[in-house]
């Protein structure tokens, strides 16, 4: 043996256990900077657009254990699973209207096969003889939104395609008689959306004519404003049961205020005009 092959370190199997561990918390480390990297791009993105039936984001994104079975299960590729880099929750179902809607199965496929429930039977149901049977009209994916400045009908050129190819027709989007005041002659007909019926299906977004579409799906905490607790609808019955449990404390701020409308449109201090 030469003087050479004597000064060889000698590799035991201890050594090779403390490097095995090292790199393996090194690539650890690394997996975790660049999830968290994913994790922070996803967050900063809400224009999600989820499957029919999908629970609220935060509940959908604790119950979704990321399975791709709906996406394996439509059957017109709308689904995707989100990829690193797509600024969505990295292997949640979404879908991008503008290149392939969701085009309203009677069956939804995608639906039953979920296993945790993220994406909700009952939410997207209707009870017809009282039996419970798979209704798509009552999913709420998204809310179309027109954009008046570029969508040619309210410009005055005539076009219908968003209208004629919604599968809620005269429910989900109506069109309107509007006078031209420009021209004087003609008419608009313009489409409006009517949110209740909406399902965020995007078929209309697919089928816009212009270049962008001027008919677009948002999701409903983006597309729909809040009202409150303390406005009421007076006429809906429905509604107005939220004044139940409301208590109302009247401050009085002002001697005037102390006075009923009556007493204080007698009290002289009204002038009106002769």
């Known amino acids: 043996m030469s003087n050479l092959d004597s000064k060889k370190p000698v590799i035991t199997q201890r050594r090779k256990f403390l490097t095995v561990m090292a790199q393996s918390v090194g690539l650890s480390a690394l997996g975790g900077i660049v999830w ?7 967050k900063s993105s809400p224009l999600i657009l989820r499957p029919p039936g999908a629970k609220h984001e935060t509940d959908f994104l604790r119950m979704c254990i990321k399975c791709g079975q709906c996406a394996e299960a439509c059957p017109f590729d709308t689904l995707l699973m989100a990829k690193p880099g797509d600024s969505k929750p990295v292997g949640t179902p979404y879908f991008i209207p503008r290149d392939i809607p969701c085009y309203m199965c ?3 496929p995608c639906v039953p096969v979920c296993p945790t429930g993220a994406l909700d039977e009952d939410s997207v149901s209707s009870v017809v003889e009282n039996e419970k049977v798979l209704d798509i009209n009552r999913s709420k994916m998204g809310l179309a939104v027109i954009d008046d400045d570029s969508c040619i009908a309210f410009w005055g050129i005539q076009c219908d395609a968003c209208y004629r190819v919604c599968p809620l027709m005269d429910e989900a989007i109506v069109l309107e008689y509007q006078r031209n005041d420009r021209t004087g002659k003609h008419a608009f007909l313009i489409p409006k959306v009517i949110s209740e019926a ?3 299906c995007g078929l209309c977004e697919r089928a816009c004519v212009t270049q962008k579409a001027a008919i677009f799906v948002l999701p409903h ?4 404003g809040e009202v409150g607790s303390h406005y009421i609808q007076g006429w809906n019955k429905k509604d107005e049961k939220r004044l139940d449990d409301v208590s109302v404390n009247v401050t009085t701020k002002t001697e005037r205020s102390k006075l009923s409308p009556q007493d204080y449109l007698n ?3 009204v002038q009106f005009d002769e």
């Open 36 to 42: 968290s990297a994913y994790i922070g791009e996803a």
């Open 106 to 108: 009677v069956d939804i």
């Open 198 to 200: 909406c399902t965020g």
């Open 221 to 224: 905490e983006i597309a729909q």
């Open 267 to 269: 009290s002289g201090e």
